[in-house]
């Protein structure tokens, strides 16, 4: 049964740091891993979908990186803006089509 | 616009009464599913259609039946409410098995039972 956990479960960091965000995942065959931004009270949104036989994705000031033989992805957001404060959720695709989902980083980007 | 849209938004409603919640796609997927996010935020999945067909159903008590009238929507109705069942529930859809382009989220629907 896959489990996806996500670190840190909260992060605050001032406005223009880069920060890491932290997937890991205990079943490496995925088809595929997916990160999703949840504003409050809001849908999932996505950022970022690697490929099980891609290293990483880029999208803006976003990069996310997948290690399948680890277990491991990591979301890099460049140049943090107050306007990036939301939940980050990472998701698993495995068989049946079954999205494993992370428990999210909960981020406040302060001015 | 194309999206996956879903009503309600939000649903508040008494112990034992019987409601709906309506998922429509226009993103030309065969594959829709539902979910549900805790009140701790932790999102699981409900059911999966492709086509109109069954493909996963996991540990959801019977109270719960998804319909697929066409590829384009999947329904959830849900019997007898319980507190428990009080949740945000998001429809979703795939093209296939969301291995080539991942999944598009609805804005989710927050059922609150009384």
């Known amino acids: 049964k896959q489990e996806v956990t996500q670190i840190p479960a909260a992060l605050s960091v001032p406005e223009g740091e880069n920060l890491v965000l932290n997937c890991s995942f205990t079943d490496s065959a995925i088809y595929n891993l997916q990160w999703f931004r949840q504003d409050p009270g809001k849908g999932l949104t996505s950022l970022l979908l690697?490929?099980?036989?891609?290293r990483e994705q880029t999208s803006g000031r976003l990069n996310a990186s997948l290690d399948k033989s680890s277990g491991r992805s990591t979301l890099y957001i460049a140049a943090s803006q107050p306007g990036d404060s939301a939940t980050y959720l990472c998701?698993?695709?495995?068989?049946?089509?079954?999205?494993?989902f992370g428990t999210g980083t909960r981020l406040q980007v302060t001015l | 616009d194309t999206a996956v849209s879903q009503t309600p938004k939000y649903l508040v409603t008494q112990m034992g009464n019987d409601k709906s919640i309506k998922c429509e796609q226009n993103l030309g997927h065969d594959t829709m599913y539902w979910y549900k996010q805790d009140s701790k935020k932790f999102l699981k999945i409900m059911f999966s259609y492709n086509n109109k067909e069954l493909i996963i159903n996991e540990t959801v008590p019977n109270r719960f039946s998804p319909k697929s009238p066409d590829k384009a929507h999947l329904n959830l109705h849900i019997n007898s409410l319980e507190l428990g069942d009080s949740a945000v529930y998001f429809c979703?859809?795939?093209?296939?098995?969301?291995?080539?382009?991942?999944?598009?989220f609805g804005s989710g629907t927050r059922l609150t039972v009384v």
């Open positions: 979703a859809s795939s093209q296939g098995r969301g291995v080539n382009y991942g999944y598009t």
């Open positions: 998701a698993a695709t495995g068989t049946a089509s079954k999205l494993t």
């Open positions: 690697i490929q099980s036989s891609q």
